[in-house]
């Protein structure tokens, strides 16, 4: 292998594809993408700042390949992304009013798993659903129409911002929900040989990735599959950001939008290649995007710049912070777990442990029986609750998120930002290949609530 170093980037080559890594990236996700790159004859790789581990191709991963596509590497959650608008209101003029407005978003606007939206919307892309050129793609019409215009869970939000010029600024983060999840899971059931309905192998994290060569059939059904979903993702976030600017009965004087789990055709030094990029926002010079921070930092408005270094990164930059720590770690596991039924008492066993337990005592099953130390004539009964405590004191999160002036609605440990990389530091690790335009600092943040989504899967 050779290593090259230019400033903040890295440049590994190996088997002649260079592999570039800006920031310091975990070697498990720097094997992932090589790993990527070869098993397609990729030109070249790129992993950003934030980048770490995901299911098969790293998230913060880029890969261009001439004569393949990956629906592993642009994942389950098709056409995720960001859009951010400027309103034509200035910070001012809702500070009074800001609690009751996150109330009303929360309210109006559903987060989380297999939600559904109470105020439907009618929509030029589900008629394109309907009459998709895939036509296993038909059958989710209902499903598209009934969650259009909602907000997944993990790291997916609504935010207000104070602009840093003095205007309140809308930011989201979601993708193709549902609709985009079947058609890759279908795709990569139909790359294994099953039917699309079928749900096809749950792959290892560090599993190989999934190529279509993109001149065979099922290649360029991907392809049409893929643009159909993107199509659905930008059509959900235009939806939503046109809801948050009816409850604040303002309009939009400038907005950024792009995709972030795509592929695109491009040409890269003379070659055109399909750009599968995971968790990365495109960058070429002069092109604007919205990455995002965490519930409790600024976000920013970037551009890409004609640096030289910008081609060998793809024209491509972060797209969030980058998670440091998973889920489990941040907030615990929640799992099955025997509690004592008295009043206000904390005490819980495994359900493994309650049945050594009665096993030692020669009780039977229905037979009377606890543990608790506080309660010994009490009973225990089965409850969902915390088996493994987390890294993060949510609690102290939350003072903090009040202390500046955030109203939060929804979220979790998961999603505080001890999760999360500083992005400041991811920014800085990109260098001039881009320029911020406008610094956005939270002051309103809805998401789901916890939950156990895969943050891989996303």
Not at 138 to 161: E, I, P, S
Not at 232 to 246: M, S
Not at 258 to 284: I, L, M, Q, S
Request: hydrophobic fraction near 40%.
């Amino acid at each position: 292998m050779t290593i090259r170093r230019s400033g903040n980037m890295v440049v590994m080559t190996e088997t002649a594809i260079p592999i570039t890594v800006r920031g310091d990236i975990d070697a498990r996700a720097v094997e992932q993408l090589r790993r990527c790159a070869a098993a397609g004859d990729a030109t070249a790789g790129v992993l950003c700042a934030d980048a770490h581990v995901g299911y098969s191709q790293p998230i913060g991963g880029a890969v261009a390949y001439p004569d393949h596509i990956s629906p592993s590497g642009v994942g389950y959650d098709i056409g995720c992304g960001n859009k951010a608008v400027r309103t034509a209101l200035p910070v001012d003029a809702i500070a009074g009013e800001l609690p009751g407005i996150m109330d009303i978003i929360f309210e109006r606007i559903s987060f989380g798993v297999g939600r559904k939206n109470a105020e439907r919307v009618d929509h030029p892309v589900l008629d394109a659903i309907g009459e998709a050129d895939f036509a296993p793609q038909r059958q989710l019409k209902d499903m598209a129409a009934a969650q259009l215009g909602t907000v997944g869970a993990g790291n997916h939000y609504v935010d207000l911002f104070a602009g840093d010029d003095g205007f309140v600024w809308i930011g989201v983060h979601f993708g193709s929900r549902g609709f985009g999840h079947k058609t890759a899971s279908g795709f990569l059931a139909l790359a294994a040989g099953m039917r699309f309905e079928e749900r096809g192998p749950d792959g290892e994290m560090d599993a190989p990735p999934t190529l279509l060569g993109v001149d065979t059939d099922l290649g360029q059904a991907y392809i049409s599959a893929m643009t159909l979903a993107g199509e659905y993702a930008y059509a959900g976030r235009d939806v939503v950001v046109d809801r948050v600017l009816e409850i604040l009965g303002t309009t939009a004087t400038y907005e950024v939008h792009n995709h972030h789990n795509y592929a695109w055709r491009e040409n890269h030094a003379g070659t055109d290649v399909w750009v599968v990029r995971k968790g990365c926002t495109p960058a070429f010079p002069g092109q604007e995007g919205f990455v995002g921070a965490t519930m409790g930092e600024p976000s920013v408005i970037l551009r890409g710049t004609d640096h030289p270094d910008n081609a060998s990164l793809l024209f491509s930059t972060v797209h969030g912070a980058g998670r440091v720590m998973s889920r489990t770690q941040a907030a615990g596991r929640m799992g099955t777990r025997m509690e004592c039924t008295e009043r206000d008492c904390a005490f819980w066993v495994t359900p493994g442990q309650l049945r050594h337990e009665r096993e030692r005592a020669g009780l039977a099953q229905d037979a009377r029986f606890t543990l608790c130390p506080e309660h010994p004539d009490g009973r225990m009964v089965k409850r969902r609750g915390r088996t493994k405590d987390g890294a993060v004191d949510f609690d102290a999160v939350l003072e903090r998120l009040r202390g500046a002036g955030v109203e939060l609605r929804g979220g979790a440990a998961d999603e505080a930002p001890e999760a999360y990389k500083r992005l400041d530091a991811v920014l800085a690790a990109h260098g001039d290949t881009i320029e911020i335009l406008h610094r956005l600092t939270p002051i309103g943040v809805a998401m789901a609530a916890a939950d156990t989504v895969d943050p891989y899967k996303d």
